[in-house]
C-alpha cells in the first residue's frame, strides 16, 4: 500500500474557503479517480514562522501503479484546480510505502 501525501499551508485570509473547497471538492475528485481506496485530512499542529495553517491531506493507493497512473493521467487536470488559491499556499508533496499497519 502507498501513501501520496499532500502537505499545504494556506494563508489565513483564504483558509476557511480552502478546508471548503478541499473537503466539497478536491478530496472528491482526488477519490473519483478511482486510484485511491481513501483520504484522510488533518491539521498539523505546529505554529508555522511563516504563518498560514498547515495541512497533511493523505490519499492511499493500493499500488505504486496506480499512485503512476494518477501522476499520469489526473494529477495535471486537477492541481490547475487549485488556481483559485494561487499565490496563498505553499504545497509539499511525498509518497510513503506502508510497512506495517498494527
Known amino acids: 500500500m502507498y501513501i501520496y501525501n499532500v502537505t499545504i499551508?494556506?494563508?489565513e485570509d483564504v483558509?476557511?474557503?480552502w478546508v471548503k473547497w478541499m473537503k466539497e471538492e478536491h478530496i472528491p475528485e482526488m477519490l473519483?479517480?478511482?486510484k485511491f481506496t481513501k483520504a484522510l485530512?488533518?491539521?498539523?499542529l505546529v505554529n508555522e514562522e511563516m504563518g498560514g495553517i498547515t495541512y497533511s491531506v493523505q490519499f492511499t493507493a493500493q499500488t505504486?501503479?496506480?499512485l503512476q497512473r494518477y501522476y499520469e493521467e489526473d494529477a495535471e487536470r486537477l492541481r490547475r484546480k487549485s488556481a483559485i488559491f494561487e499565490g496563498k499556499f505553499v504545497v509539499f508533496r511525498t509518497e510513503l510505502e506502508v510497512i506495517s499497519e498494527q
Open 9 to 11: 499551508n494556506v494563508q
Open 15 to 17: 483558509h476557511q474557503q
Open 32 to 34: 473519483n479517480t478511482g
Open 41 to 44: 485530512m488533518t491539521r498539523v
Open 64 to 66: 505504486r501503479k496506480m
